[in-house]
């Protein structure tokens, strides 16, 4: 802690110099003295091992990005070993093998996990199970286009392949925005590429069109505006990128747990203060522009919350999945989907929070 209140007092006297240093050290006071304002450590005996965490890179996950660059978990915890995927079903793979006790998922990602652990009769303490849910509504500017390869408006999307990262539900998304102008989207060509893979997969011509995310969208764009360019969209969707665990981490280290959670929590309390400071830290964090990430936080609502999981969001996507593939078994039996209330322990501004 000498050494945190050390870097603290280094960073408020002003001894970095520059317009980016000066955001991210006011960021950085701001996140010290939160972290250093906290109670006691929760728990004892600590555990011997930080917590490992699978994080999905996504630019407007801000809760993991802002907790996990400024340390602002509670207490004096081992700080969080973090580890970047790419695609959700690492983080499914991290848990299952030891390597993590959190990943952060996209919905699609944990329906395909609960239903296979129904089908495979999967012990309770393997089942996964959502620790938060970070909430977001987001506009479709999912798109990058080819100009080269002549793709100019939506309509053209149609006669070329389409790249989409495996086990997302960008293809369904694509169908609902060409649909929304009322063109045909029964010739869509797909093929299967991981985002860090996309602008390699257009340049040399396996795909015309990118279906990705920032910051990989916004980074496939900046290597050559000219060539490469966003097709808007004003659709919106409800989507969620979820926080989750197994019951066997949610009992070994739970304490623990509770004690990132604030940090998520702190960090999510920062952007709404400090919004300005927050899009700066993460551009820097992603390797994008602020104007870029001022985009993708428009139109996003950040709450963290907890609850039974909602039907409203997993029934849907669960059957576009199971027709997709032809899944007949897909019966989602009570209890699939299950919620840890670990966040109603967590204590915010003196009360327990209740989401």
């Not at 520059?18 to 005996?45: F, H």
């Not at 969208?217 to 409800?238: K, M, N």
Request: aromatic share 8%; net charge negative; with cysteine.
């Amino acid at each position: 802690m000498w050494l945190a209140r050390s870097f603290a007092a280094l960073l408020c006297r002003g001894r970095w110099t520059g317009a980016k240093r000066a955001v991210l050290t006011a960021v950085a006071c701001v996140g010290l003295a939160v972290g250093m304002a906290q109670a006691d450590p929760v728990g004892s005996p600590h555990p011997e091992k930080p917590l490992h965490i699978a994080v999905a890179r996504y630019t407007g996950d801000i809760h993991n990005i802002v907790a996990n660059t400024l340390n602002l978990y509670e207490g004096d915890w081992p700080q969080p070993i973090v580890m970047e995927t790419i695609h959700g079903q690492e983080g499914v793979t991290a848990l299952d093998e030891g390597r993590a006790e959190l990943a952060t998922v996209p919905i699609l990602t944990y329906i395909k996990t609960a239903l296979q652990q129904q089908r495979d009769a999967v012990p309770e303490d393997e089942q996964m199970v959502v620790v938060a849910r970070l909430s977001y509504v987001a506009g479709l500017n999912i798109i990058v286009a080819d100009r080269e390869q002549g793709i100019e408006t939506h309509a053209d999307i149609v006669s070329r392949p389409v790249g989409t990262p495996p086990g997302t539900v960008t293809e369904l998304l694509l169908s609902l925005i060409l649909q929304g102008r009322n063109l045909d989207d029964s010739d869509l060509s797909f093929v299967p590429v991981e985002p860090a893979e996309m602008e390699a997969a257009l340049r040399d011509g396996r795909i015309a069109t990118a279906l990705v995310w920032t910051p990989f969208l916004d980074q496939i764009v900046a290597s050559d505006p000219e060539r490469f360019h966003i097709l808007p969209s004003g659709d919106t969707f409800t989507g969620a990128m979820l926080l989750v665990s197994q019951n066997r981490y949610l009992k070994q280290h739970r304490a623990q747990i509770r004690a990132y959670l604030a940090g998520l929590l702190a960090a999510e309390d920062l952007y709404f203060a400090r919004p300005e400071d927050v899009i700066a830290l993460v551009a820097s964090n992603q390797g994008v522009s602020e104007a870029a990430v001022r985009r993708t936080f428009l139109h996003s609502s950040y709450a963290l919350q907890v609850e039974t999981f909602p039907p409203y969001l997993y029934q849907p996507i669960a059957r576009w999945w199971c027709d997709k593939n032809g899944l007949s078994d897909c019966v989602i039996r009570p209890g699939t989907f299950r919620a840890s209330y670990i966040l109603r322990e967590v204590e915010r501004d003196g009360q327990y929070f209740s989401p």
